[in-house]
């Protein structure tokens, strides 16, 4: 199994699109509060803060995986929000999915979020990597701590009640 990540670009928006349609990923990404499809062209154009990538396996595109550097983010942002809005240089956060359905229950998110972390480790000097997924979404806590995320705390962003995790740099 190889998984690589190449930054996204603009011919992959169509591709990204078909799989915001799926509802196992609509349904967790798009509801009202959380991101807007429209962004995506503003992450690909560069914001400073965020950096979108395509997930490879076997050279194949299975999903989306995009990390945020959390200090640039509050202070490029005009209106930092959310559950990492005050976070000091090298602290990263990220959210992926996995849009082809074949690909999910297979134990390749785990493997996804370890590579990927590990990459943002080295490559962009992070030392501490954050997640929130929502309280409820027990395959994607299991999926962070079997990746060697622990739990910090509960936390609302404003939409739901969010698990934050951490996973320092080793």
């Not at 995986?65 to 202070?75: E, P, R, T």
Request: aromatic residues 18%; hydrophobic residues 35%.
């Amino acid at each position: 199994m190889l998984i690589k990540f190449v930054s996204m670009t603009t011919e992959h928006v169509e591709q990204w699109y078909q799989w915001t349609e799926n509802k196992f990923v609509a349904d967790v990404w798009f509801i009202e509060g959380y991101e807007l499809r429209e962004r995506i062209y503003e992450k690909i154009r560069g914001n400073g803060y965020d950096y979108p990538y395509i997930i490879l396996f076997d050279n194949v595109p299975i999903g989306y995986i995009c990390c945020c550097d959390l200090y640039a983010y509050k202070n490029i942002h005009p209106k930092p929000k959310g559950n990492f809005s005050n976070e000091v240089e090298g602290t990263y956060c990220f959210d992926l999915f996995i849009g082809e359905e074949k690909y999910l229950d297979q134990g390749y998110g785990t493997e996804i979020v370890k590579e990927f972390v590990d990459y943002l480790f080295v490559t962009f000097n992070v030392t501490k990597m954050l997640i929130d997924p929502a309280k409820d979404n027990l395959r994607a806590i299991r999926c962070y701590e079997k990746a060697g995320f622990t739990f910090v705390k509960e936390s609302f962003d404003g939409v739901t009640n969010c698990y934050i995790m951490e996973r320092l740099k080793n």
